[in-house]
């Protein structure tokens, strides 16, 4: 796949994400995708991401900085929300929150196989600290 057409996928995946269209998430995750090392497969990922939203009902996943090397995207997504409750273990306290998330993602045959996520945590403990 060339790289502007991996491009165009990765978008088609974002806003397949962006609008919770769970029944289309096979046409761009693999059935046995594996996320940070760990075989979670097609099911467990929308469940991940379900969750996410539960977690997170104004979650948006914007792409800040894409970059595309086939097979691989390298992705800043760039996040501005309000989490309900906890959020990667911290409590929110119902503030709203802007942080990145650094990922990898690896495609075969324009299905994402591999997932390599790192959120920056630095960010939001920052963003719920006390004034």
Known sequence: MADTSLKA????YLDCLNAQAWDRLGEFVAQEVVYNGEGIGLAGYRSM?????????????????LLADPPWIACRLAFDCSPRGAFLGLETHGRRITFSEHVFYRFEQGRIVQV???IDEAAVRRAIAPP
């Open 9 to 12: 996928r990765y978008r088609q």
């Open 49 to 65: 991401l379900e969750r996410d939203y539960l977690t997170i009902p104004d979650l948006r996943f914007v792409s800040d900085l």
């Open 116 to 118: 390599q996520s790192l």
